[in-house]
């Protein structure tokens, strides 16, 4: 068996999934990024493209490295094509347990019996997922981070049935993308969205009783704990939505003292999402 992983299919080009790419494809793995529709592959290209041109303009690479680099990634909205000879499969489509669990379903009907399968949900049980498939055993998280090309973090989660070889395999493909990976059994959360989440409502809860105002608390927590981002800095970089998301499943999974604060949820049903949105805690010039 071909330990290696020389073509990868990402599923979803969004934020995460055309950053993920963009990992593999600079470290020289060929990527077929799939997505619904063609807009949205285009927009994941938009995103790798303004990251290589940053690049070549700040001399970090040159522009024939950019274009190896691109030349590695196709685009493909059939999942049948997009999945043909790979050896793994990384999802990266939106949190909804729903919609990764209808992907899986198909995936595991098209896909070779010994092609990995990983997930880069945030929060959600790996076990609960795998077991929408026959094979729990090759099923793994594969936690990158936001923006994946910068942050050098990647949680590897086992699920309850993911076996050792699995594990083993996926740490040396973190290694080999110049990441660091740390092994987590799986918990509502991982590690870091776990401890993210309590910081961060506990944060909104602050102004909700308004201890103190989100310019204060933000400079607080950046001159006090030595923080490069404060709380409301850094939910309106994830995503306000996203981390509602996270913290309903904590709750649901582990109880009423995650609960999300009001704050929080009144901004998400105003459409107030982040930077994504142009509006969040704070407001960003687009
Ligand atoms: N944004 C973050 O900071 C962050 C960090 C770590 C992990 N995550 C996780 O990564 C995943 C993706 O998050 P994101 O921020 O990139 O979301 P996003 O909304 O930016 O992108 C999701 C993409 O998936 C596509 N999609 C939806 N259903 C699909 C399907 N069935 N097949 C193919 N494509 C489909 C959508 O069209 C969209 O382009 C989520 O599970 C999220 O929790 C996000």
């Known amino acids: 068996m071909d330990f290696k992983f020389n ?5 979803g080009s969004g934020t995460m999934g055309s950053g993920i790419a963009l990992v593999l494809a600079k ?18 290209m938009e995103q790798i493209d ?9 001399e970090k690479m040159t ?6 680099i691109k030349d ?14 790979t050896q793994l499969v990384i999802e990266a489509i939106i949190e909804e347990f729903e ?5 899986f379903i198909k995936l595991d009907e098209i896909c070779q019996k010994d092609v990995i399968f990983a997930t880069n949900t945030s929060a959600i049980s790996i076990s609960d997922l795998a077991n929408a498939t026959k094979r729990q055993d090759l099923f793994i998280g594969l936690h990158f981070f936001n923006p994946p090309m910068l942050m050098k973090l990647v949680e590897v989660i086992k699920g309850e049935k993911t076996n050792d070889e699995t594990i ?28 993210l989440w309590v910081f961060l409502n506990e944060s909104y809860k602050l102004i909700e009783s308004q201890v103190a105002k989100k310019e204060d608390i933000d400079t607080a927590v950046k001159l006090g704990l030595n923080h490069p981002m404060g709380p409301f800095e850094l939910s309106d970089y994830i995503g306000l939505d996203i981390m509602l998301e996270i913290g309903e499943y904590i709750t649901n999974q582990d109880g009423d003292q995650y609960k999300p604060s009001s704050l929080l ?6 459409g107030k999402l982040g930077r994504k949105s142009g509006e969040g805690f704070y407001q960003y010039s687009k």
């Open 7 to 11: 073509k990868v299919a990402v599923i």
């Open 27 to 44: 470290a020289g793995i060929k990527v077929t990024l799939n997505d619904l529709k063609d807009e949205y592959l285009e927009k994941g």
């Open 50 to 58: 303004k990251f290589l041109n940053g690049s070549i303009k700040r």
């Open 63 to 68: 522009e024939d490295e950019a274009h190896q």
């Open 72 to 85: 590695r990634i196709s685009l493909n909205t059939d999942l049948i094509d997009s999945t043909k000879d």
């Open 99 to 103: 919609a990764k669990k209808r992907l």
């Open 168 to 195: 083993g395999r996926i740490n040396d493909f973190c290694e080999k993308l110049d990441k660091t990976p740390v092994i987590s059994n799986e918990t509502p959360g991982f590690i870091v969205n776990r401890l």
């Open 265 to 270: 949820k009144n901004l998400v049903k105003q």
